[in-house]
């Protein structure tokens, strides 16, 4: 079963401007990533924020973490064409086996 | 650069048949993971291996699927008597020891008619 839901489950925008996708999860987590999937890549890991850190930045990416709300933000700035896909959060729940839980994705499209 | 493989991209199969696919994961990973994505979800966890040892197993692997890690390198996974049900993309991923990144293969598309 999937751990989360993203929000919202479409988005489109016009190249430039940001794009803000959130992810809530159900149970504890020791991690959390975002991925990135689109037809030409496959699926293709982004960032990933530890349970004790709240902001992590990499490039155009903000990723924000609220354990206390079991929710996190995605945050692409200054959006372009290629950046059109479908982007997913992904829990690690602990445990020796890393395994992770899928939430259903955002698909985002930018329009040129 | 090789990455994650996996073989074949596309397999159409009759109900009731058996098929194989194949992933090939990064040659120094020790963990491999094998997912399946229906459309508009998210991958579901399916099975883990560490070296050659399965760890664990979801209830979504029926007794109709078997995976296997001869000697730690490459993986195969079988699903017995095939149903309209398993078709789905079927995603094979790998990792380091002690990393949490998953690199994931291009995918398996399973359609069974």
């Known amino acids: 079963s999937q751990q989360g839901e993203e929000d919202p489950q479409a988005l489109s925008i016009q190249e430039g401007e940001n794009a803000t996708m959130n992810c809530s999860y159900k149970?504890?987590?020791?991690?959390l990533q975002w991925y990135r999937q689109n037809s030409g890549r496959g699926l293709v890991h982004l960032i990933l924020?530890?349970?004790?850190?709240r902001e992590k930045h990499s490039g155009r990416l903000r990723v924000t973490l609220d354990t206390s709300k079991k929710s996190s933000s995605l945050l692409i700035t200054a959006s372009r064409a290629a950046d059109t896909a479908s982007y997913f959060c992904?829990?690690?729940?602990?445990?020796?086996?890393?395994?992770?839980?899928f939430g259903k994705g955002t698909l985002l499209t930018v329009n040129p | 650069d090789t990455g994650v493989s996996q073989n074949p991209r596309h397999k159409i199969t009759k109900r009731g048949q058996n098929v194989t696919f194949r992933c090939d994961p990064i040659?120094?990973?020790?963990?491999l993971y094998w997912y399946r994505q229906t459309l508009g979800q998210g991958p579901e966890f399916l099975t883990y291996?560490?070296?050659?040892?399965?760890?664990?197993k979801s209830r979504l692997l029926s007794d109709r699927f078997s995976a296997e890690r001869p000697k730690g390198s490459f993986s195969t996974l079988e699903i017995q008597r095939t149903e309209q049900g398993d078709s789905a993309m079927y995603l094979c991923?790998?990792?380091?020891?002690?990393?949490?990144?998953?690199?994931f293969g291009p995918g398996t598309r399973l359609t069974v008619t």
């Open positions: 924020i530890r349970s004790n850190e």
């Open positions: 991923a790998s990792s380091g020891l002690a990393a949490y990144e998953q690199y």
């Open positions: 992904a829990t690690d729940a602990g445990g020796s086996n890393y395994k992770l839980t």
């Open positions: 291996f560490q070296n050659e040892a399965q760890l664990e």
């Open positions: 149970t504890s987590i020791n991690n």
């Open positions: 040659s120094e990973h020790n963990r």
